[in-house]
């Protein structure tokens, strides 16, 4: 196996943690669940809720993208367009709560999940511009086989 394979193969494994990760984050907060103090998810393993699963997800995203592997732009891209509608639904669609409980996730989170997703987006849109304006900054040019 020569060098170049082994890298690509390991890069496009880094890339699908990241998107199961999103995906398990989603998974986790697709639901709405009532509780009186501490929440806790029984139905998760790994974790208590979605919410850290899905930020682990979007931070090797983040890492994907600043490693330059290859198919990140299209991988954030789907990832995050699923992940901000998703959260929308979810806004415009949240119980009003019972006296006594409350709700997760609530609106704040939900809004600041939202502020992620359009950040996310707006970094997987400008991916391009922004490679070009560092190379014209910096003088490097691109390695062959990007995106």
């Known amino acids: 196996m020569k060098i170049a394979s082994a890298a690509r193969l390991m890069s496009m494994a880094f890339l699908s ?3 199961l990760l999103v995906a398990y ?3 986790g907060l697709s ?3 009532m509780y009186t103090g501490e929440y806790f998810d029984e139905r998760l393993l790994l974790f208590d809720n979605g919410v850290y699963p899905f930020i682990w997800g979007i931070v090797t995203l983040i890492i994907c993208q600043l490693a330059r592997l290859r198919h990140h732009r299209s991988a954030m891209l789907i990832a995050v367009g ?3 509608v998703l959260f929308v639904h979810m806004r415009v669609s949240i119980p009003s709560p019972i006296a ?3 709700i997760f996730p609530d609106r704040s ?5 939202i502020a992620i997703c359009v950040v996310m987006f707006c970094l997987a849109l400008a991916d391009r511009s ?3 304006l560092l190379r014209l900054i910096f ?3 691109s390695p062959e086989g990007s995106e």
């Open 100 to 102: 006594g409980q409350a």
């Open 31 to 33: 639901h709405f669940a």
């Open 109 to 113: 989170l939900l809004n600041q999940l």
């Open 17 to 19: 943690l990241a998107v």
């Open 82 to 84: 699923t992940a901000f």
């Open 139 to 141: 003088g490097c040019s």
């Open 130 to 132: 922004i490679q070009r």
């Open 25 to 27: 984050g989603l998974y």
